[in-house]
């Protein structure tokens, strides 16, 4: 298992990450130097209304006991800093729970366009820009979403550091360490951030508050080092992904997967949670006119029994079993060939979403591969 | 006389708590530029008995007048339209004939030489061939509407039946199910009311009725985990006129 996401953090080589020392002049000669800057937690409140300045800003805040939501906010205090994951991730900001996508009379169809909607979405974590990265791979391949594009060109992401709970497996995915999906990085090295920026776009807004920041100095640079290094070490689950191509291949017909499809509801919680889940319905609303209407576009769940029943009343899933395998298989191997990537990113979300307990991605897998200990949760 | 006469449509009630009946008086204002209502009792006093192109029917099948009238609204009728779980389950009057005999619950509330003629409350279509059925407890207008607009161009509406949990989700609320250990139904019962209990913080009751396929046994076993007694969970899960046939394969 690899130990040390340092060396692949936002900019690949360690050289990326040392700054010029005492370089304070104007914004733009920071940059010339360095894309890495210091930001107290003390100015981390006018960092704030600055963004807020800018558009709508989104964080996460607490729901309820064990949840939390990424919110549309007023002011920092609502910020919660200590959540991992979100009920829903990220990507309902540029694929929305529901939306229209065009609309209809007797001449012509109008395909509907977002509207132009300044966003900040603050505080996602190395899975959910991992999550981010991978929609914007299937949403962004040609022909393109027109939807989910203009809406990721008007948002800012900012990243932000995490310590995992016993649900988070990013680290055995590869995507505990942000690569792409984001704009800005913070890592919380106590008193303050350590902000890494990462796109133009991002180096253009910032060039407003640039006053609020102070360069790198040496401690700060081992500070943040001893951040990453400890977070390695604080993922506890053991998973070992090395062999879930063939586990999956292998074990396709394993009678552990009756067991849980005996115990699957079919609710289809596991899906609208993960990030990179995509599926959606498309329906058509007619207006009492008989004239008019729109298409509407709402998430959907493979776990359905509608969502593979075809003409002729024929089902190629029909079965809990079949869709939860399917799912399973969809997550940890279905990408491997067309993409060379997985599409689960280990965020946990299926495994405390699901009302059954059987997304327990680690430990089905765990089980699949021959280790039949008890799981630790 | 009209030239091109608008469609025409009755609402009629048999035995149910006249919810459906007052969603559609809500929203009649909607559809009076585009119907004829040539019946609808609780709303309006002529009524006349010819025949219609949609007829919306409430309420479940539980006495001998009930039925002749769905037989008279049947014939009249181009679509028939079961509206609400009354007509399209049986509700909690079915629900309460899947437990117990309906001369025993007669005797009960009316003594045990009472003129009243039950029978025991069934579903629209378990006498007449039933077109399109729209659940709901009530009914939710904007799948009336939507509906309607769909008949009125003799389209079939789509109507989901997809679980609660998917609204539920779609709302992004916490699962009170998973998170306050409350017998929530939202897995099993078909989505249309936006998730409304689960997004105020309390259980789903199941009053929309089952969703396509629901996993009743996998239900069952996961409330029973949650600690709920067998007879408990069956009560709920019954409650709404879910039949039989969806709970074959528990052993429960
Ligand atoms: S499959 Fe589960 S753990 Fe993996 S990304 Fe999706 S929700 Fe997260
Ligand atoms: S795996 Fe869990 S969350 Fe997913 S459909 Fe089955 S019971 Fe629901
Ligand atoms: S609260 Fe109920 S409806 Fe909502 S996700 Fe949980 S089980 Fe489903
Ligand atoms: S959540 Fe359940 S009980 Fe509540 S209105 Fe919806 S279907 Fe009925």
Known sequence: MRTFCLLVLPNDTLEDIFVCNGCVGSYGSILKMSRNFLLPKSRFCEFFNYLKGLGKFFAPVRVSEQSFSFKEIENEGEIAWDALRTILPPKKFFYPQRETVLKYDRNEVEATVPEDNFQVIFGVHPCDLAGLGIMDTIFEAAPGDTHYTKRREQSLVIGLSCMPDKYCFCQSMGTSCPTKGYDLFLTDLGDAFFVQVETARAEQMLAGCNGLFSPVSENDKDSYKEFWIERDKAFTNGFEPDNLRSTLDMEWDNPLWDELGKRCLSCGNCTPVCPTCYCFDLVDIANLNGQSGERQREWDSCQFVGFAQVAGDYNFRPTPVDRLKFWYRHKLHGFDDPYGFKTCVGCGRCTVSCPSGIDDIVDVVKRLQGNNEQPNK | ?252
């Open chain 2, 1 to 252: 006389m009209e030239t091109n006469p608008r469609p025409c449509i009755a609402v009629e009630g048999l035995t149910g708590c006249a919810g459906e009946l007052l969603v559609i008086l809500e929203n009649l204002d909607k559809l009076l530029p585009f119907v004829r209502v040539a019946s609808f009792p609780f709303a309006q006093s002529q009524n006349d008995d010819g025949p219609v192109d949609i007829a919306f029917v409430e309420g479940s099948v539980s006495q001998p007048h009930d039925l002749e009238k769905l037989k008279r609204i049947r014939a009249k009728a181009r679509w028939l339209v079961a509206v609400g779980n009354c007509a399209v389950w049986g509700c909690v009057q079915g629900g309460a004939c899947a437990k117990c005999k309906v001369t025993d619950m007669l005797e009960a509330v009316y003594g045990q030489h009472s003129e009243i003629q039950a029978l025991e409350s069934r579903p629209l279509d378990a006498y007449v061939n039933v077109d399109v059925k729209l659940s709901g407890c009530p009914i939710d207008k904007t799948q009336f509407l939507s509906v309607t607009a769909s008949l009125l161009k003799d389209h079939l509406p789509y109507i989901t039946h997809k679980p609660v949990c998917l609204e539920c989700k779609l709302n992004e609320n916490p699962c009170v199910l998973i998170e306050k250990n409350l017998p929530c139904l939202g897995p099993v019962t078909a989505a249309g009311c936006g998730a409304l209990c689960p997004s105020l913080g309390a259980a789903c009751y199941g009053c929309w009725g089952p969703s396509q396929a629901p996993q009743m046994d996998a239900m069952a076993t996961i409330l029973s985990e949650k600690g709920y007694e067998a007879l408990e969970i069956m009560n709920r899960l019954k409650t709404f006129g879910a039949p039989e046939h969806l709970f074959e394969r528990m052993n429960v």
